[in-house]
Nanobody
């Protein structure tokens, strides 16, 4: 089991940037892939980005491609989500997750993830 603690959310204006962090503990950090998901009010949780265990492979939802960057520091057991040029539609609770997947397609599904952070709120005002 992996324990995940999300942080870094806040209230910003459209066009601003935020960096989310997710600190992991428990299992060996390089044993699993990581992903970020988000859930807006009244909507289902959706995939945002994923990164492979070694950080070499990343994949993004079309809605954030070119604005968000996922990265991981295996020495610090931490995964990051750098969010630039934030839009009001990015407002959501953001969750990091740890799991295993054989393909990017699998990694976009919640079912690929066994452990989840508690979530951090991101609010973008227009």
């Amino acid at each position: 089991q992996v324990q995940l603690v999300d942080s870094g959310g806040g209230l910003v204006q459209a066009g601003d940037s935020l960096r989310l962090s997710c600190a992991a503990s428990g299992r060996t950090f390089t044993d699993y892939g990581l992903g970020w998901f988000r859930q807006a009010p009244g909507k289902e949780r959706e995939f945002v980005a994923l990164i492979s265990w070694n950080g070499r492979n990343t994949y993004y939802a079309d809605s954030v491609k070119g604005r968000f960057t996922i990265s991981r520091d295996n020495a610090k057991n931490t995964v990051y989500l750098q969010m630039n040029n934030l839009l009001p539609e990015d407002t959501a609770v953001y969750y990091c997750a740890a799991g295993h997947y054989e393909s990017f397609y699998q990694g976009t599904s919640e079912r690929a993830y066994d452990d989840w952070g508690q979530g951090t709120q991101v609010t973008v005002s227009s």
